[in-house]
């Protein structure tokens, strides 16, 4: 089973590059869009555990202010 989840990322707009370019070096982690301090990613994991402790990693990444599931799929 595969878990994939739309992920926005929200920053101060100065902050937004940098911290895509943190979140692209994460396992799993796609960054598609960054515009005036949000970011939209994309996270593949094994398992939902997994995607949440992505998320949490996230969170945790300097310069990061919200981050929220937007979508969240399990495909076989």
């Given amino acids: 089973m595969m878990s994939i989840s739309g992920v926005l990322v929200h920053s101060k707009p100065e902050n937004a590059v940098a911290i895509?370019?943190?979140l692209d070096q994460l396992s799993g982690?796609?960054?598609h869009a960054v515009?005036?301090?949000k970011l939209v990613?994309?996270?593949e994991k094994e398992n939902d555990r997994a995607i949440a402790d992505a998320?949490?990693?996230m969170q945790h990444i300097d310069g990061v202010l919200n981050v929220a599931m937007v979508y969240h799929q399990n495909e076989a």
């Fill in 20 to 22: 895509g370019a943190q």
């Fill in 29 to 31: 982690v796609e960054v």
């Fill in 35 to 37: 515009e005036k301090g």
């Fill in 41 to 43: 990613v994309v996270v």
């Fill in 55 to 57: 998320v949490t990693e």
